[in-house]
């Protein structure tokens, strides 16, 4: 996996891993045997799960794993992740684990922690940390490599509930439900100002910004970036700023930080997108020094993945996740609470 120290919420997007264009003499033959044949390193059942998930493409269409592979066909193997450019190193790094089994593992990830590694960020990270803790288990029944698989991933400073696939099978099952939307997440979000409505729902085309390649920006026109949808309800108005709850329908790139500002009430303390000034209240002494004590307890955007719901890739059930506020959040709405009173 690869990108950036403050990349994506979590995604929608599919890479493709692999290409393949099929010789003009092939004989008919199932899919995943043609693959199997040619791909290193691999088992005709990895290949069945991604055929299963919808990741095997041909002629840009996804194909069971029993489709008959004919001459120049166009092979693709798509997946919500990057290609890895480089070897992830375990570091021995605490994780706050709220649950574990064979197949993944939920966790709370603090704020200040880089999701993977890239851009100058290729130790410390939370990949770093799953590498050494996996590493350190017992291989799972299937006998497959224990590798994080990062289904989702948290901004550097936001903080909360994530789900690491630990099998092949588990990272595509949960991949496809975020892909798909079926997954359950919400986000508690501090912001500037009181929206004007107590409940509703942005919508907007996100991409990056054509002046600063580091941020993103809403295109209302709809000519560029990618469509993105977030609900928003309004959980207690403070004197000039908002605890709100976000459902994510779509997982763009700083989903919810885009939308906020784009409604005007950007994310307090957000440095790249101008939450980290004044923008409520008049900028006399006392609520100055108010306001810079209140960045002072948390070193980021007052963002927190709190819930996350999903379907158990092997149990059949649906699982459900809940994550305690930080404590710099909750010091920083008991300031909030204090002020008005």
């Given amino acids: ?25 092939v004989v008919l033959k199932r899919i995943d045997k043609y693959l199997f044949d040619r791909l290193p390193n691999t088992s005709r059942n990895r290949i069945q799960v991604a055929a299963k998930a919808g990741n095997i493409l041909v002629n840009q269409k996804p194909v069971k794993s029993n489709y008959k ?6 092979i693709s193997l798509v997946l919500p992740y ?17 649950y574990e089994d064979e197949e993944l593992v939920v966790l709370n990830k603090p704020a200040g922690m880089v999701s993977h590694p890239g851009h100058g960020n290729y130790t410390g990270t939370l990949v ?39 099998t092949e099978h588990t990272l595509t099952h949960l991949s496809r439900q975020f892909y798909e939307r079926t997954s359950e997440r919400t986000y508690y979000a501090l912001v ?5 409505n107590a409940k509703g729902t942005i919508t907007g085309n996100i991409g990056r910004s054509v002046k600063d390649r580091k941020v993103f920006m809403v295109y209302e026109d ?20 908002s605890l709100i709850k976000c459902k994510l329908e779509t997982g763009r790139t700083h989903q919810i930080r885009v939308h906020m ?43 927190h993945a709190k819930t996350l719901g999903f379907m158990h890739p092997t149990k059949n059930e649906f699982m459900q996740f809940d994550s305690e506020l930080p404590p710099g959040f909750k010091a920083l709405l008991d300031k909030w609470e204090k002020f008005n009173t």
């Avoid at 592979?69 to 166009?74: A, L, M, T």
Wanted: aromatic share 10%; proline share 5%; charged share 25%.
């Fill in 261 to 303: 500002k784009y409604m005007g009430h950007t994310l307090f303390n957000d440095k790249e997108y101008g939450g980290d000034v004044i923008l409520r209240g008049n900028t006399s002494g006392a609520y100055k020094k108010f306001i810079e004590n209140c960045f002072e307890l948390i070193p980021g955007q007052a963002l």
């Fill in 82 to 98: 990057p290609v890895r450019e480089y070897e992830l190193k375990g570091e021995n790094i605490p994780l706050d684990i709220v």
């Fill in 222 to 241: 709809g000519s560029q970036g990618k469509h993105a949808v977030t609900h928003y309800e309004v959980i207690k108005n403070y004197a000039h700023v």
């Fill in 1 to 25: 996996m690869h990108a950036g120290d403050d990349k994506a919420e979590d995604t929608d997007e599919l890479y493709e891993h692999l290409k393949i264009s099929v010789e003009k003499g």
């Fill in 192 to 196: 500037w100002g009181n929206p004007k």
């Fill in 69 to 74: 592979v004919k001459p120049f066909d166009e």
């Fill in 128 to 166: 770093n940390a799953l590498v050494y803790h996996f590493d350190n288990l017992p291989p799972n029944k299937s006998n497959e490599v224990s590798r994080p698989g990062l289904v989702h991933r948290l901004d550097k400073f936001t903080t909360g509930i994530m789900v690491v696939a630990k």
